[in-house]
Nanobody
């Protein structure tokens, strides 16, 4: 059974920083073969792709709204992906979800999410 568990969310003032973590587990889960992504969602809105990192960590991509402020990194030995969020804004308030995707096999997994609230 594969699990993705997010942590690190919380309440922070605008301009502050948070680091989210997503730890993967599962005996048959080859973490290093999955692209990892962070999404976020607010009530009444579609889930938004925030950041992506390829399986080897060699390439990253970011949503326009977070470019220059957020950084995604991964540690394959620890089966963990991180999202460093700096210069946070109230509009960054959302539930943040971790996603693992192996597109060639049509497989993906989701975490349960962690709440990030940015006060003005």
């Amino acid at each position: 059974q594969v699990q993705l568990v997010e942590s690190g969310g919380g309440l922070v003032q605008a301009g502050g920083s948070l680091r989210l973590s997503c730890v993967a587990s599962g005996l048959t889960f080859f973490f290093s073969r999955y692209d990892m992504r962070w999404f976020r969602q607010t009530p009444g809105k579609e889930r938004e792709l925030v950041a992506t990192i390829t399986s080897t960590g060699g390439s990253t991509n970011y949503g326009d709204s977070v470019k220059g402020r957020f950084t995604i990194v991964r540690d394959n030995a620890k089966m963990t992906v991180y999202l460093q969020m700096n210069s946070l804004k109230p509009e960054d308030t959302a539930v943040y979800y971790c996603n693992a995707e192996r597109r060639t096999l049509g497989i993906e997994y989701w975490g349960q999410g962690t709440q990030v609230t940015v006060s003005s």
